[in-house]
């Protein structure tokens, strides 16, 4: 396995061994060591100093199911933190076929110079002018490269968003079927590739020299029985391949948890209309897909393919946080819309999380008219020209809130909540607070607990110990590039000890019961949070927004009850 250095100033590409200590790393685990390592904390993110990084899990690239994730890794020029922000699609196993660890993005091209990075199938890696692609939409360039360098590429590009650097800019990473439908969104990634003077990274999937797995025979056993955990969870057998995570949307309303009208209410009038049954029975009536493979070696198939009422391609997939974003948050309970506005983000290369946050503190502060889809859709369009609001709402709900002089802004270090509100799902608050990364929403997601009561949303008692668990699993298993959706399923003393197995036999090391998850996230989180120490931050950023405290929330009429101190307790390692 090697790593791969760009250096984008001096134009040149160097491979390199994997140091010893970076050997059983991969995603996220790579990512945030690398950067602690070598990013100087206060730099300017969208500055020389900063370096990009992607990396595919430990486990791309192997016949284990569901390990597609790749990680991509930075200082954040929206949260000021260190920021890993992973997508779905074919890239993550592309790279991990070719023998590649990570690739590592450094200094700054000249002004005005645009490149491509390609790595062909033997995997050498060239810089390539994208004059031809400046200013193109993802879409587009995705469509350009495939037909330039061959159908058995995967891309990650940036749209206009990231050329213009908007802190809300995201990575666009092509998906089975060549759409630039999957992202890693969050944290503005994208402008960092923008500021690098990089338009896409072209990866080469027919590689063949993924690394060495060390006892063959047992990495199979190992797999089969996380495979069938995997299917044996209801979530993946039966409510995910006919719904999605859009199946979310019923249960987080009916628990009066889903943030609406710019988290002022928690259930949406006629959410139904955007609902997962109504979206799976609209898909169906109209040809599109209701159970489609997204990604790399899925068996999950939680992806949809969203069409138009004549049938044609709209999105891929539509799910739950974007419907809540550009759904809930601006009162839009219409899914052609939010299926339009997901399209434009996807092609623009903005987040649908800070865009649909930002667009509804906008209209909370009168810009606009809660439930106005048309309005949305043109403020969208604005990113993608970078007028002056569009560059605001570009830049996130933060930059939107100080521009309207609206204090109601749903952000922490930041970056915009997630489709949970922390008042109605207590445990949601905690890991909003002390994700090393600014409110995320698979970093600790607390909704499976509540789901399955195991834990009560409004009680106190067992938040801060879940929350915690959860985040430092989580911080785990994305080093290893798995899929959120399996990894929960395998949030289990049986799944964990399957999972070790399959690890074991690729290494070669036996792994014991406090090794991975548990040794294994912390030591992610650990890098993480000492590179937010060295570039400020301190327990006072770890706090939600204060109308969270002070504004009970509809229908329950709570507010954030955990303390500070409780807060505060979450990393005590």
Known sequence: MKLIRVNMHKKTVTAESVPEDYKELGGRGLTSTLINREVP????????????????????GTP????SRISVGSKSPLTGTIKESNAGGTASRALARLGITAIVVEGQSKQGDLNLLRIDEKGNASLVSAQEYRGMRTYRCTEKIRKTYGEKNSVLCIGPAGEYMLTAASIQSSDVDGHPCRAAARGGLGAVMGSKGLKALIVDQRGKSADTIADPEAFREAVKKVVKIVKDDHMNSEVMPKLG?????????TMGAFPCYNAKKGELDGWEKISGEVMADLIRKRGGKTTHTGCSQCIIHCSNVFVDKGGKYITSSLEYETIWAMGGMTAIADLDTIARLDNLCDDIGVDTMSTGV???VAMDAGYRAFGDGKAAIKLVEEIGSCTEIGTILGNGPAATGRYFNNTHVPVIKGQSIAGYDPRAMLGHGVTFSTSPMGADHTAGNVVGEYLEQKLDPLKVEGQ???????????AAFDTMGQCFMANVALLSPEGEEAFRNVISAKTGIRLGPDDFPHDMGIRVLKAEREFNRKAGFTKK???LPKFFYEEPLPPHNKVFVISDEEIDSTFDF
């Open 41 to 60: 904390p206060k730099c300017d993110p969208l500055g020389p100093e900063n370096k990009l990084i992607f990396a595919p899990g430990f486990l791309s």
């Open 64 to 67: 284990l199911p569901n390990t």
């Open 245 to 253: 995570t859009a199946g979310l949307v019923a249960p987080v309303n």
């Open 358 to 360: 930002a667009i509804a």
């Open 464 to 474: 801060v110990e879940t929350s915690r668990y959860l985040q430092i699993a989580m």
């Open 541 to 543: 950023d770890d706090r």
